[in-house]
């Protein structure tokens, strides 16, 4: 069965910058029919597709979030990461790790997420 | 961006009702070549990530209850459960995986009267 787990700190302060892990485990990163993504939550609110990598590094990012935004994949530990500089409160957030489908955006496993909160 | 409407945004239904939510595209999702909606539907309880329940805006992902049915194409859609259970209060999200940026409808939260 697959897993995702993803890892960090739970409290960023403004301006920095937020760094988040996935690990996946029960099944390959380098199968060629998945991308590897992250996806957050607001506090009560919907959800914001961030980004998408495949396992060859090829990035999809959100243009809203595209500047700030880093996505890379590391195959030799079958995990994948999120960078998101200059954090503000508005990126206060449940992050989480997902894999999609290739040929379609479908969102078939999720982690169970990591609250991370933006303040001093 | 394509933007997706859900409505309403909170339903209460009694058990054994039936539940309709409802999603709109800013634009169709249907891609031509193939006849698919590239339209989705989650479910999400509190303190879980969401759970895929249809794809292709009509087939149901293994192990959802039958009672849940997606329908529609184009730009609106319908997600329908025949007869409400305890278990099925939830948020519910339509997507759209048509094109970049993935986008998600706000929300409807579902619950018992």
């Known amino acids: 069965q697959l897993q995702l787990q993803e890892s960090g700190p739970g409290l960023v302060k403004p301006s920095e910058t937020l760094s988040l892990t996935c690990a996946v485990s029960?099944?390959?990163?380098?199968?060629?029919?998945?991308?590897w993504g992250w996806i957050r939550q607001p506090p009560g609110k919907g959800l914001e597709w961030i980004g998408s990598?495949?396992?060859?590094?090829?990035?999809y990012y959100n243009p809203s979030l595209k500047s700030r935004v880093t996505i890379s994949v590391d195959t030799s530990k079958s995990q994948f990461s999120l960078r998101l500089t200059s954090v503000t409160a508005a990126d206060t957030a449940v992050y989480y790790c997902?894999?999609?489908?290739?040929?379609?955006?479908?969102?078939?496993?999720w982690g169970q997420g990591n609250l991370v909160t933006v303040s001093s | 961006d394509i933007v997706m409407t859900q409505s309403p945004d909170s339903l209460a239904v009694s058990l054994g009702e039936r539940a309709t939510i409802n999603c709109k595209s800013s634009?169709?999702?249907?891609?031509?070549?193939?006849?698919?909606?590239?339209l989705a539907w989650y479910q999400q309880k509190p303190g879980q990530p969401p759970k895929l329940f249809i794809y292709?805006?009509?087939t149901r992902e293994s192990g959802v209850p039958d009672r849940f049915s997606g329908s529609g194409s184009g730009a609106d859609f319908t997600l329908t459960i025949s007869s409400l259970q305890a278990e099925d209060v939830a948020v519910y999200y339509c997507?759209?995986?048509?094109?970049?940026?993935?986008?998600f409808g706000q929300g409807t939260r579902l619950e018992i009267k």
């Open positions: 997902a894999r999609l489908q290739a040929v379609a955006g479908l969102i078939d496993y």
């Open positions: 029960g099944g390959s990163i380098t199968i060629t029919t998945f991308y």
């Open positions: 990598i495949y396992y060859t590094g090829s990035t």
């Open positions: 634009q169709s999702v249907l891609y031509s070549s193939n006849n698919k909606n590239y």
């Open positions: 292709w805006a009509s």
């Open positions: 997507q759209q995986y048509y094109s970049t940026p993935i986008t």
